[in-house]
């Protein structure tokens, strides 16, 4: 039989709005009478149920956060500021992966608006359609954009053009002329608008330093894993034989892969090869030779947005909020 808050408020000897004033750290309660509560609700091992409560308030408890996969390191990342941020919040985090699947972003999004499965709704580097996204505002349910931005919504993402005109500009400064770029898919169903800004930023540094830009030294990438940083390389070298620096802005991990295949093909870096990742993670400083890259402050992005979505399911934001973050060129042996 399940403990509820009346035998709580039995055992400890007080009302159980006492108990549930205890629950929600009401700062009307004394210490001794906080103290007493907590340790009957830790020998009953009472649980609240956040459910019941939801169909009284009005409310889930629930942030729902939707993304093509959680599997890669930007996802993974992200995730680790929402734990970061969450610490001991009643709320609870609900993944939706569309795997990249049509139709199933649009699945995803009416069972949770309809549905009522979430007070908040963050969308991982997916862009709506703007017909959802008004039936998320005409219902009430806050929506933050991870990445993108949507008249409405409110929006977190890093500053990606700045990022790509950093990282070009560097090598460029560097006297490298043949600069491959590698970014996920400039189009699509579920493309976001960060691989075209890094590409335009990349563009913009090419254009200051009189280069001309080569759509051959341009490839796009789906699955941002090491396999597709080797055979961006061998792509590049295929087309263009004079190659003296690639910037991978499809993540360092992806980057990891075109450090690879240059060992592999005795091409080394930086002598013959120039090298710029994207992301700033803490294993592209052990790489060898260790990874120059643009850093994004990913958890960061993670926990601004739980704040967000907090504020918003209670109704403490009035407009939408957009945050752009800056990035940072992080000089390392392979640039």
């Not at 007493?36 to 308030?57: F, M």
């Not at 996802?75 to 990249?100: A, D, H, V, W």
């Not at 090419?206 to 051959?216: C, Q, R, S």
């Not at 939408?320 to 000089?331: A, G, R, S």
């Amino acid at each position: 039989m399940s403990i509820t808050i009346k035998d709580v408020a039995k055992k400890a000897g007080v009302s159980h709005t006492t108990v549930s004033m205890v629950i929600h750290d009401d700062k009307r309660i004394t210490p001794d009478t906080k103290k007493k509560v907590q340790a009957v609700i830790t020998e009953l091992k009472y649980h609240p149920n956040y459910l019941a409560r939801g169909l009284v308030q009005g409310k889930t408890n629930t942030i729902a956060i939707m993304a093509t996969y959680f599997s890669n390191n930007f996802e993974m990342n992200f995730l680790k500021g929402i734990e970061q941020q969450s610490g001991e919040s009643e709320y609870q985090i609900n993944q939706y992966s569309t795997r990249n699947k049509p139709g199933v972003k649009e699945q995803i999004m009416e069972q949770i608006l309809y549905g009522k499965r979430a007070d908040a709704f963050i969308s991982l580097a997916i862009k709506p359609d703007k017909n959802m996204l008004e039936e998320f505002r005409k219902n009430g349910l806050p929506i933050i954009l991870i990445e993108e931005e949507m008249k409405g919504a409110h929006t977190l993402k890093t500053d990606n053009y700045k990022g790509g005109f950093l990282a070009a500009e560097h090598l460029l400064k560097k006297g490298r002329k043949k600069i491959g770029i590698i970014v996920g898919e400039l189009n699509g169903d579920e493309v976001g608008t960060s691989p075209m800004e890094r590409l335009k930023g990349y563009q913009r540094a090419l254009e200051e330093f009189n280069v001309d830009f080569d759509k051959d030294l341009v490839c796009e990438i789906k699955d941002f894993d090491f396999k597709d940083g080797k055979n961006s390389l061998s792509k590049f070298l295929s087309v263009n034989k004079k190659l003296d620096a690639v910037f991978c802005a499809a993540g360092d991990y992806t980057c990891f892969g075109v450090l690879e295949e240059a060992r592999k093909r005795g091409i080394k870096v930086p002598q013959d090869l120039s090298v710029v990742g994207y992301d700033g993670l803490e294993m592209s400083a052990v790489v060898s030779p260790p990874l120059t890259t643009i850093k994004q402050s990913i958890t960061e992005l993670g926990r601004e947005a739980f704040k967000i979505a907090i504020d918003a399911a209670n109704g403490k934001l009035k407009e939408p909020k957009n945050i752009i973050l800056q990035p940072e060129l992080i000089i390392r042996e392979s640039a």
